[in-house]
């Protein structure tokens, strides 16, 4: 089975994890502080926080600008469910936005539309890799005075111009899940240029205590205070050693990826393949977290194609249904009656193929050529009835 996304660990990885078993530390050690200070050079950002997963980051990233009951938070409605559960974690209530038809990002269009005297932040998300329209996402949130957060989950590598994607919202958040850019088997990271934010999540991942233990250990003191209410969401230096070897080998990978990509666009050319990518934007790199095509729902249906794939050994996934019809939106009053029409047509035709580093232009054409008889056979069927 081609699955549609794969880690790659090394031996150097395993050595890595090897090391932190037999030191000191397995947890706030330094092995944890030296992946943040990689990651934060990586993402020029002044502050990296790493936390237990990218969920936790975005509970974080919520906590550290105070959602609370009252409040509303833009999200996309093509998103993974935990960007929206982050905002009811916190008490407040997730407003759901449109998406653009060509890129399924956020439309900046919708979002004024959304925005109450009610709203606190946006939270952008880089779907598939590709980095938001954080020039416009900014305007708009300067102009009503709400934070920008960016779900950056899917786009760890990617750049605006020359500028590392995640430097454009207040806080952006990262997940390391084995299938994101780079892993620590569970784990997650906010970066943010503003020590605030950077204090306040360092408490929040550690039950909202002031201090953590080794830097009470280094300074012999015993004494710490709990001044408000947070979790155990650290990341442990066993992820932290896996976590820096990734983070050297990401560029390659993003270019891998990318190249990947370019390579599925000619098959689909080539091959004559009803099937349409998403739009890239210009001026932008993407992370090319996941490679999505829209199907042309009048020749044939996308679980048909789904459904082909998997019979073929060809794993394929569909990201996402719009967040507010799962049953558990569905069933509140207030997301009843949501509906974002772009992200709704969009769901019956989207469908993400295979894409990983560890994948072969090879591997591509093979995707496409199961596509092309998978489609044939079906063609053939209807022509004999
Ligand atoms: C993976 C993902 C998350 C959650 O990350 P975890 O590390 O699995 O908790 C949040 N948002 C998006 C868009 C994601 O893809």
Not at 156 to 165: Q, R, S, T
Not at 181 to 196: C, F, K, L, Y
Not at 312 to 318: E, F, H, I, T
Not at 326 to 334: D, G, L, M, V
Request: net charge neutral; aromatic share 8%.
């Amino acid at each position: 089975m081609l699955p549609y996304g794969r880690q790659e660990i090394g031996d150097e990885e395993i050595e890595a994890v090897c090391q932190v078993l037999r030191s000191d530390y397995l947890t706030t050690g330094p092995a944890v502080e030296n992946f943040e200070l990689a990651l934060a050079n990586y993402v020029e950002s002044p502050f990296a926080i790493s936390l237990s997963s990218g969920t936790a980051a975005l509970h974080a990233a919520m906590a550290a600008i105070e959602i609370a009951e009252g409040d509303e938070v833009v999200v996309p409605a093509i998103t993974f469910v935990a960007t929206s559960n982050a905002v009811l974690y916190c008490g407040g209530s997730p407003v759901f936005c449109d998406v653009d038809p060509r890129t399924l990002l956020i439309d900046p269009a919708d979002v004024e539309r959304k925005i109450s005297p009610r709203t606190r932040a946006i939270v952008a998300v880089d779907y598939a890799g590709q980095p938001c329209d954080y020039q416009r996402l900014r305007t708009i949130a300067d102009k009503h005075q709400i934070a920008l957060i960016a779900d950056s989950c899917h786009s760890l590598g990617a750049k605006i111009g020359n500028v590392p994607a995640s430097r454009f919202a207040d806080m952006s958040c990262f997940s390391f899940h084995p299938v994101k850019p780079i892993t620590t088997g569970e784990g997650g990271a906010v970066v943010t240029r503003n020590s605030d934010f950077d204090r306040r999540i360092r408490s929040f991942r550690n039950h909202g205590i002031d201090t953590e233990f080794r830097q009470r250990a280094i300074k012999g003191v015993h004494k710490y205070s709990m001044a408000t209410l947070g979790f155990n969401y650290r990341m442990n230096d066993i992820q932290a050693a896996i976590g820096a070897v990734q983070l050297k080998k990401l560029s390659g990978w993003t270019e891998k990826r990318n190249t990947l990509v370019a390579e599925y666009n000619r098959q689909i050319v080539l091959q004559g393949l009803p099937v349409t990518p998403l739009e890239t934007c210009d001026n932008t790199t993407s992370a090319s977290h996941l490679y999505v095509v829209r199907c042309d729902s009048n020749q044939f249906g996308r679980d048909h194609l789904f459904n082909g794939l998997r019979q073929r050994g060809v794993g394929c996934n569909v990201h996402y249904l719009p967040v507010y019809l799962h049953s558990f939106y569905r069933k509140k009053q207030a997301y009843r009656n949501v509906k974002c029409a772009n992200a709704e047509a969009a769901y019956e035709e989207i469908l993400s193929l295979p894409l990983f580093a560890a994948m072969s232009n090879r591997d591509v054409e093979f995707v496409c050529e199961n596509i092309a008889a998978i489609l044939h056979a079906s063609n053939g069927a209807k022509a004999a009835a």
